[in-house]
């Protein structure tokens, strides 16, 4: 059987007294993309957030290739080979581009990506590498957060909502940066609204909805149950 990248079993996360995952339970297999859907509140970005022990959950386990990491310290569970794509971006705008590459990066020898190997992945950062993040747009921010995350030389990619407040045709720049990183053997846990992107790069899908497993299964299952999804998530 595969290895699974992350494997989450009877998760339960709270805010407070606030019930907001229950019973999670979804896998990554290694080496491929995980679609994490539904509508606004369903709880991905608190999925993400116990994952990576942002918030801590109140039961369950969640492993990292099979070594249990729910009970460690975000920093720990970094170290193991993890990195957040945070929603809305959060590049540290006064910093310049090179500078946000290079605050949190982890470059050791031998590794992957290295900030040249960055710079000719996103040409646009190297042109802009001495500017500040904030002058920089959208899709350019979200290349930046993307290429940041990347410079940690994960194991595995969580990225949320990546697409989110981004023009159609720097959606497609996002997509191909994405399906970049699955061509370098990267797992990806993809959070996603806009269905058609997530299913374009996806080989799962979990649905969410209310902080419950709504559904699981391959693309195919997925796209085969059209009325479902529209139900779901309110879209085509
Ligand atoms: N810091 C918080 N304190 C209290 N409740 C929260 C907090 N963050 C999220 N919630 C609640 O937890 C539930 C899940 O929120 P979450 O942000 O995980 O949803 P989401 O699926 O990421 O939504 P969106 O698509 O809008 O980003 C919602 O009911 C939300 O109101
Ligand atoms: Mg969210």
């Not at 042109?127 to 993040?133: I, L, S, V, W």
Request: include cysteine.
């Amino acid at each position: 059987m595969a290895t699974d990248a992350i494997c989450l079993e009877g998760v339960n996360t709270f805010y407070g007294e606030s019930h907001a995952l229950h019973d999670l339970s979804l896998s990554l297999r290694a080496g491929s993309v995980l679609a994490l859907l539904g509508r606004n509140g369903a709880g991905k970005t608190t999925t993400l957030h116990s994952i990576v022990g942002f918030q801590p959950v109140r039961s369950g386990r969640i492993a990292l290739f099979g070594e249990e990491v729910a009970a460690l310290a975000p920093e720990d569970i970094a170290l193991k080979g993890i990195a957040l794509v945070p929603q809305g971006r959060r590049v540290f705008r006064s910093l310049s581009v090179r500078e946000n590459l290079t605050v949190a990066s982890r470059i050791p020898a031998g590794a992957r990506f290295t900030l040249e190997r960055i710079y000719d992945m996103f040409p646009r950062l190297k042109e802009r590498a001495k500017q500040n993040a904030g002058s920089l747009s959208g899709g350019e921010q979200q290349m930046l957060a993307i290429a940041r995350a990347l410079l940690t030389n994960p194991r595995v990619m969580l990225c949320d909502e990546p697409s989110e407040g981004l023009a159609p045709r720097v959606v497609e720049d996002v997509g191909a940066a994405l399906s970049q990183l699955k061509s370098e053997g990267l797992s990806v846990l993809l959070v996603e609204q806009n269905t058609r992107l997530a299913l374009a790069l996806a080989d799962h899908v979990a649905i969410l909805n209310t902080g419950r497993l709504a559904f699981f299964g391959t693309v195919a299952e997925a796209t085969a149950k059209d009325d479902f999804l529209v139900q779901q998530l309110g879209v085509h």
